[in-house]
């Protein structure tokens, strides 16, 4: 309590963030430059960038900080790597002290919709958009000796997953199991790896996210108020500053990663043991009710594919 390691402090850093042009990643970009942090945003949509640099110059804290923003789309290996180099450009060439991976998209839907280019679509909005910056920096990191922070965000699909979802939780448990591997090899670096995993943002893409989302999905989920991606973006960065390794902040995050983390290290040993045996009386009910749910929507889904010509026959299922 009063001699634990000290926090990482992101003053006078240079922070690299993707997807920082809205949601999760424009809210943890502008933390950042209010904590003294040389930002660099990166993300696709130019118009975005522009409006999220207004932002970010309101929230700087010196002149003297470097906040730069840049169009590349970070899905694409070669886009990743160019990206880096543009940003380290800023700084000398030198890596970023710190990679936040914030960018990517969810596609909702069922799986029997889904064509080879969609499927691949989605690992390439999820994994790949995260996993190629993540080796770039690496390699930089390595190379120049930085002692840095790689910071993954999968979500709290990444420990479970439901009804409607198999596009988009595939790629977050690929993170999840990038982020488990490196932050036992990096241990050979000094690099610090952190994965985050947020429930519902209440931010742009989660708009979009809900004119495709199954109606199952959406009745499952009514509950689910969801937090605006500035509150999730001091959750994220806390846990960084603690050191943790797996990054959740509400009770249900706290379950489920006490209940699925494995041999990850944990936050509290006290606490997750509570947490664990939370989830061992808890997630099956609650698994169980889920299951129940999606069993009453099977006439209605039979109708559904029919009207798509994905089945023969509207009838129930046996």
């Known amino acids: 309590m009063f001699f634990g390691k000290k926090k990482w402090d992101p003053r006078g850093k240079h922070c690299y963030v993707t997807g920082g042009s809205a949601g999760l990643g424009l809210g943890l970009a502008v933390l950042l430059a209010k904590r003294g942090a040389h930002v660099s945003i990166?993300?696709?949509n130019q118009e975005r960038l522009d409006k999220a640099m207004l932002e970010l110059e309101a929230a700087r804290q010196s002149p003297d900080q470097i906040i730069k923003a840049y169009s590349y789309s970070v899905d694409q290996a070669k886009e990743a790597e160019?990206?880096?180099e543009a940003v380290c450009g800023a700084h000398g060439g030198r890596s970023p002290d710190a990679l936040f991976l914030c960018a990517g998209k969810s596609r909702p839907g069922f799986f029997v919709e889904q064509t080879e280019e969609s499927m691949q679509m989605c690992m390439q909005e999820t994994y790949w958009a995260q996993a190629w910056s993540a080796l770039a920096a690496s390699k930089r990191m390595v190379r120049d000796g930085v002692k840095g922070k790689i910071v993954f965000v999968a979500s709290v699909l990444g420990y479970f997953s439901i009804v409607g979802y198999s596009p988009y939780s595939p790629g977050?448990?690929?993170?999840r199991g990038l982020a488990e591997a490196l932050q036992s090899e990096f241990v050979l670096y000094d690099i610090g790896i952190h994965i985050c995993f947020p429930g519902t943002i209440l931010s742009p893409?989660?708009?979009e996210e809900n004119k495709v989302k199954p109606k199952i999905t959406l009745k499952i989920e009514e509950s689910d108020t969801g937090l605006n991606p500035e509150v999730i973006a001091g959750h994220l960065l806390r846990g960084v500053e603690k050191g943790q390794f797996h990054i959740t902040y509400d009770f249900i995050g706290n379950v489920f990663r006490a209940s699925t983390r494995g041999s990850s290290p944990g936050n509290n040993s006290l606490l997750d043991q509570v947490y664990s045996m939370i989830g061992a009386i808890a997630l099956?009910?609650?698994?169980k009710d889920v299951d129940k749910q999606v069993r009453a929507h099977a006439d209605e889904h039979h109708q559904h594919l029919a009207s798509q010509g994905l089945l023969v026959s509207s009838g129930a299922s046996k």
């Not at 977050?172 to 993170?175: E, G, L, N, R, V």
């Open 172 to 175: 977050k448990f690929a993170i």
């Open 205 to 207: 893409g989660y708009v």
């Open 82 to 84: 160019a990206a880096l």
């Open 42 to 44: 990166v993300a696709r």
């Open 284 to 287: 099956p009910i609650w698994r």
